[in-house]
Protein backbone atom coordinates (compact mmCIF):
# COMPACT_ATOMS: atom_id res chain seq x y z
CA UNK A 1 0.00 0.00 0.00
CA UNK A 2 1.11 3.38 -0.81
CA UNK A 3 0.64 5.61 1.84
CA UNK A 4 0.58 9.14 0.21
CA UNK A 5 -1.05 10.41 -3.18
CA UNK A 6 1.08 13.47 -3.88
CA UNK A 7 0.76 15.72 -7.05
CA UNK A 8 4.44 15.88 -7.10
CA UNK A 9 7.88 14.44 -5.17
CA UNK A 10 10.30 17.26 -3.83
CA UNK A 11 13.74 15.77 -3.15
CA UNK A 12 16.79 17.62 -1.68
CA UNK A 13 20.27 17.27 -2.29
CA UNK A 14 22.93 17.61 -0.28
CA UNK A 15 21.21 18.35 2.92
CA UNK A 16 24.03 16.59 5.00
CA UNK A 17 27.21 17.97 5.27
CA UNK A 18 28.57 14.04 5.52
CA UNK A 19 27.02 12.76 2.66
CA UNK A 20 28.14 16.00 0.17
CA UNK A 21 31.98 15.10 1.17
CA UNK A 22 31.88 11.40 0.86
CA UNK A 23 30.62 12.25 -2.92
CA UNK A 24 33.11 15.05 -3.04
CA UNK A 25 30.85 17.71 -3.07
CA UNK A 26 30.67 21.28 -1.55
CA UNK A 27 27.66 22.21 0.34
CA UNK A 28 25.18 24.41 -1.41
CA UNK A 29 24.51 27.93 -0.29
CA UNK A 30 20.49 27.31 -1.04
CA UNK A 31 19.03 24.17 -0.95
CA UNK A 32 19.54 21.86 -4.29
CA UNK A 33 15.56 20.54 -5.15
CA UNK A 34 15.24 18.06 -7.92
CA UNK A 35 11.96 15.97 -8.78
CA UNK A 36 10.70 12.30 -8.32
CA UNK A 37 7.76 11.43 -10.70
CA UNK A 38 4.44 10.08 -8.43
CA UNK A 39 4.89 7.20 -11.19
CA UNK A 40 7.78 6.12 -8.81
CA UNK A 41 6.15 5.66 -5.43
CA UNK A 42 6.01 2.04 -4.37
CA UNK A 43 4.69 0.87 -0.81
CA UNK A 44 6.36 -1.28 1.55
CA UNK A 45 7.23 -4.94 0.52
CA UNK A 46 7.01 -3.69 -2.60
CA UNK A 47 9.71 -4.82 -5.31
CA UNK A 48 12.77 -2.19 -6.50
CA UNK A 49 13.34 -2.91 -10.06
CA UNK A 50 17.13 -2.31 -11.02
CA UNK A 51 17.34 -0.74 -14.24
CA UNK A 52 19.60 -2.32 -16.69
CA UNK A 53 20.99 0.85 -18.33
CA UNK A 54 22.66 1.23 -14.96
CA UNK A 55 25.38 -0.43 -13.58
CA UNK A 56 24.82 1.33 -9.79
CA UNK A 57 21.75 1.79 -7.86
CA UNK A 58 22.21 3.18 -4.55
CA UNK A 59 19.74 3.37 -1.78
CA UNK A 60 19.41 6.51 0.24
CA UNK A 61 17.26 6.52 3.33
CA UNK A 62 15.34 9.80 4.06
CA UNK A 63 12.83 11.29 6.55
CA UNK A 64 10.07 12.39 4.45
CA UNK A 65 7.92 15.41 5.08
CA UNK A 66 4.15 15.29 4.04
CA UNK A 67 2.68 18.26 3.53
CA UNK A 68 -1.12 18.83 5.66
CA UNK A 69 -1.90 21.79 3.96
CA UNK A 70 -2.15 23.98 1.25
CA UNK A 71 1.05 26.68 1.59
CA UNK A 72 2.34 29.44 -0.42
CA UNK A 73 5.13 32.14 0.26
CA UNK A 74 4.76 30.89 3.67
CA UNK A 75 7.31 32.26 6.60
CA UNK A 76 8.87 30.08 9.38
CA UNK A 77 5.80 29.33 11.71
CA UNK A 78 3.39 29.15 8.24
CA UNK A 79 5.97 26.02 7.16
CA UNK A 80 6.14 24.63 10.56
CA UNK A 81 2.21 24.40 10.77
CA UNK A 82 2.27 23.03 7.27
CA UNK A 83 3.87 19.72 8.37
CA UNK A 84 1.18 16.80 8.04
CA UNK A 85 3.33 14.03 9.26
CA UNK A 86 6.58 11.95 8.35
CA UNK A 87 7.25 8.79 6.19
CA UNK A 88 10.38 6.52 5.07
CA UNK A 89 11.74 7.34 1.97
CA UNK A 90 13.71 5.61 -0.37
CA UNK A 91 15.64 7.44 -2.52
CA UNK A 92 16.59 5.42 -5.19
CA UNK A 93 19.23 6.56 -7.47
CA UNK A 94 21.51 5.78 -10.52
CA UNK A 95 24.51 6.99 -9.13
CA UNK A 96 26.19 6.69 -12.40
CA UNK A 97 23.58 8.50 -14.77
CA UNK A 98 22.98 11.37 -12.29
CA UNK A 99 27.43 11.98 -12.89
CA UNK A 100 26.83 11.62 -16.34
CA UNK A 101 23.36 13.54 -16.69
CA UNK A 102 24.04 16.23 -15.09
CA UNK A 103 20.42 16.55 -14.35
CA UNK A 104 19.04 14.05 -11.96
CA UNK A 105 15.37 13.84 -13.75
CA UNK A 106 15.98 10.18 -14.94
CA UNK A 107 18.83 8.75 -12.51
CA UNK A 108 16.24 9.37 -9.59
CA UNK A 109 12.94 8.89 -12.07
CA UNK A 110 12.60 5.14 -12.71
CA UNK A 111 9.15 2.94 -11.95
CA UNK A 112 9.89 1.62 -8.60
CA UNK A 113 12.81 4.29 -7.04
CA UNK A 114 10.50 6.13 -4.63
CA UNK A 115 9.63 3.36 -2.08
CA UNK A 116 7.39 5.26 0.52
CA UNK A 117 5.64 3.98 3.96
CA UNK A 118 4.93 2.09 6.16
CA UNK A 119 2.48 4.71 7.15
CA UNK A 120 2.28 8.50 7.79
CA UNK A 121 2.90 9.45 11.26
CA UNK A 122 2.02 12.69 12.55
CA UNK A 123 2.88 14.48 16.54
CA UNK A 124 6.10 14.12 16.14
CA UNK A 125 8.59 16.71 16.67
CA UNK A 126 10.78 17.83 13.33
CA UNK A 127 13.86 18.80 15.55
CA UNK A 128 14.22 15.18 17.16
CA UNK A 129 13.60 12.40 14.47
CA UNK A 130 16.13 9.67 13.74
CA UNK A 131 16.62 8.18 10.40
CA UNK A 132 18.52 5.01 9.71
CA UNK A 133 18.85 2.66 6.47
CA UNK A 134 19.91 -0.79 6.06
CA UNK A 135 20.85 -3.53 3.72
CA UNK A 136 20.09 -7.15 4.64
CA UNK A 137 19.87 -6.23 8.20
CA UNK A 138 22.96 -4.23 8.42
CA UNK A 139 23.31 -0.88 9.44
CA UNK A 140 24.30 1.25 6.72
CA UNK A 141 23.13 5.03 7.67
CA UNK A 142 22.30 6.53 11.05
CA UNK A 143 21.55 10.41 11.58
CA UNK A 144 19.38 13.21 13.29
CA UNK A 145 16.94 15.58 12.24
CA UNK A 146 19.37 17.70 14.00
CA UNK A 147 22.21 17.23 11.61
CA UNK A 148 20.79 18.50 8.52
CA UNK A 149 22.32 21.81 7.02
CA UNK A 150 18.21 23.10 5.78
CA UNK A 151 15.87 21.87 8.95
CA UNK A 152 12.62 21.03 7.70
CA UNK A 153 10.75 24.01 7.98
CA UNK A 154 13.16 26.43 6.03
CA UNK A 155 13.18 23.38 3.49
CA UNK A 156 9.11 24.28 3.55
CA UNK A 157 9.75 27.91 3.42
CA UNK A 158 11.99 27.53 0.67
CA UNK A 159 9.80 25.23 -1.23
CA UNK A 160 6.61 27.48 -0.96
CA UNK A 161 8.26 30.65 -2.01
CA UNK A 162 8.52 28.65 -5.74
CA UNK A 163 5.43 26.50 -6.11
CA UNK A 164 2.30 25.90 -3.92
CA UNK A 165 2.99 23.24 -1.85
CA UNK A 166 -0.76 20.70 -2.10
CA UNK A 167 -1.85 19.07 0.48
CA UNK A 168 -0.41 15.46 0.34
CA UNK A 169 2.54 16.57 -1.25
CA UNK A 170 5.82 14.80 -0.49
CA UNK A 171 9.41 15.92 0.62
CA UNK A 172 12.25 14.23 0.26
CA UNK A 173 14.85 15.65 2.77
CA UNK A 174 18.32 14.39 1.36
CA UNK A 175 20.20 11.57 2.57
CA UNK A 176 23.11 11.12 5.54
CA UNK A 177 26.37 9.47 4.97
CA UNK A 178 26.74 6.12 3.99
CA UNK A 179 24.79 5.36 0.68
CA UNK A 180 25.87 2.50 -1.40
CA UNK A 181 25.09 -0.18 -3.92
CA UNK A 182 21.87 -2.30 -4.59
CA UNK A 183 22.11 -5.84 -5.90
CA UNK A 184 19.45 -8.27 -7.03
CA UNK A 185 18.09 -10.31 -4.09
CA UNK A 186 18.81 -7.39 -1.79
CA UNK A 187 16.87 -6.36 1.04
CA UNK A 188 16.92 -2.18 1.93
CA UNK A 189 15.51 -0.95 4.73
CA UNK A 190 14.68 2.17 5.95
CA UNK A 191 13.94 3.13 9.71
CA UNK A 192 12.44 6.31 11.36
CA UNK A 193 11.61 5.38 15.03
CA UNK A 194 8.05 6.53 15.84
CA UNK A 195 7.63 6.20 11.84
CA UNK A 196 8.34 2.31 11.42
CA UNK A 197 10.48 0.78 9.28
CA UNK A 198 10.17 0.70 5.42
CA UNK A 199 11.28 -2.26 3.77
CA UNK A 200 11.84 -3.21 -0.16
CA UNK A 201 13.41 -6.25 -2.15
CA UNK A 202 15.66 -5.53 -4.92
CA UNK A 203 15.58 -7.47 -8.08
CA UNK A 204 17.46 -7.06 -11.59
CA UNK A 205 19.98 -8.43 -13.21
CA UNK A 206 22.84 -9.76 -11.07
CA UNK A 207 26.32 -8.29 -10.92
ZN1 LIG B 1 18.24 11.75 -1.91
Not at 40 to 63: N, W
Not at 85 to 96: A, E, F, H, L, Q
Not at 151 to 170: A, H, K, Q, V
Request: proline residues 8%; hydrophobic residues 40%; glycine residues 12%.
Amino acid sequence: MIPVRPSKIIGIGRNYAAHAKELGNEMPEVPIIFFKPPTALIGSGDTICLPSVSQRVEFEAEIGVVIGSRVREANLEEAERAIGGYVCVNDVTCRDLQKVDGQWGRAKGFDTFCPVGPSVASGLDWRSLEIIGRVNGTERQRARSGDMHFPIPDLIRFLSGIMTLEPGDLIATGTPAGTGPLADGDIVEVEIPGVGILSNPVRGVAR
